[in-house]
C-alpha cells in the first residue's frame, strides 16, 4: 500500500507540475499586450512601461514562469492586478462561500445517490428502478443556467418561498441564512446526482448478480448481511472515482450558480479575472482548480483500493 501512495503521489506531483506548465504557458501566449489590454487603449507610454516592468513582460518567458512557480510552492501567487491584493488571499475569501456550496451540496448527493443507486441496483428493471432512473435523468438533461432560472422563477418570483440571490452573504456566514442556500445548492444537486446514481446503480447490480453473492447466499445468509457485507463494497469501488468527478463537477457547477446567485465565490472570482485579463488571478485560480481536481482524484484511487483491496484500481 505504501509503494502505491508513493506511485500515485509521483504521479500527482508531475500532473500538477504539467498543469502549471500548460496555465503559464497558454495565460502568456494570449494575442496582444497585456498591459495595453489591462491599462485601455488610453494609456500612455510610461503607464504602459511601468505595468510591463510590474508584470515582467520584458524578461524572457522562462524566467518568469521559474520565478512563479517559485512563488506558487511558496503559497505566493502573485499580485491581483485589479484589486492589488495578493491572489493567495483573494482565492482564500472565495474560498469559503465556494466550500460552503460544494460541501452542502457533497452532502445531499451521497446519502441520495447512494440510496438511488441501491434501490434500483437490487430491483434492477422493476418500475422502482425505471421511475428512478429516469426522474434523474431528466434533471441532468436541464443545463445548470437554465435549471437556476427556472427555480427562481417558480420558487422565488412566482410562490415566492425564496429569495432568489444571496447578494450581500458570503463566506461562512452563508451557513446562518439557510434560505439563501437552497436554490443553489438544489441546482448544483440536481446536476450531480444523475451521474453518480447510474454509477452506484450498476455496482450494485453487478456485485448482487455476482458468483460470490450467490454462494454467500446458498450457504443461507440473511439478505442484509449480504448486502451490507459483501454487495456495497465491491458496488461501491467504482463509484469512488464517480464521486471524485461529482466533486470536481461541483467546483465547476460552482461557476455558474454564483454567477446566477451572486454568490462571492471562486467560480466567480475566476470568471472576473478571465473578463479582466488579470493574468496573476487567473493562472493562480487555474493552478488551485487543477490541485484540487488531483487531490481528488488521488483520494479516489487510494478509497477504491481499500475498499476492494484485490482490485486494481487503474489512475
Sequence with gaps: MAALVLRR???AALQLLAVAVTVFA???LLPGDTAVVVLGEHATDEQIAVLREQL??????????????GGAVRGDLGTSLLTGAPVAD???RGFATT???????LAVVVPLAVAVGVSTGVRRGSRLDRAL????VVLNSVPEFALALLLVALFSVQLGWLPATAAGASGWALLGQPAVLV?????????????LARQVRTGVAEADGAEYALHVRLHGLPERTVLFRHVLPNGLAPAVQQLARAVDGLLGGVVVVEAVFALPGMGSGFV??????????????????????????LAADLASRRLVPQREVIG
Excluded: H, M
Design 56 to 69: 515582467q513582460l520584458d524578461r524572457p518567458v522562462w524566467e518568469r514562469f521559474l520565478d512563479w512557480l
Design 183 to 195: 436554490l443553489p445548492v438544489g441546482v448544483l444537486v440536481c446536476k450531480q446526482l444523475c451521474a
Design 9 to 11: 503521489l509521483v504521479v
Design 90 to 92: 483573494e482565492i482564500a
Design 133 to 136: 432512473t429516469s426522474a434523474v
Design 272 to 297: 472576473n479575472a478571465v473578463l479582466v485579463r488579470d493574468l496573476p488571478a487567473v493562472q493562480g485560480y487555474a493552478l488551485v482548480f487543477a490541485a484540487t481536481t488531483i487531490a481528488l482524484n
Design 99 to 105: 466550500a460552503v456550496l460544494a460541501l452542502l451540496a
Design 26 to 28: 497558454l495565460t502568456s
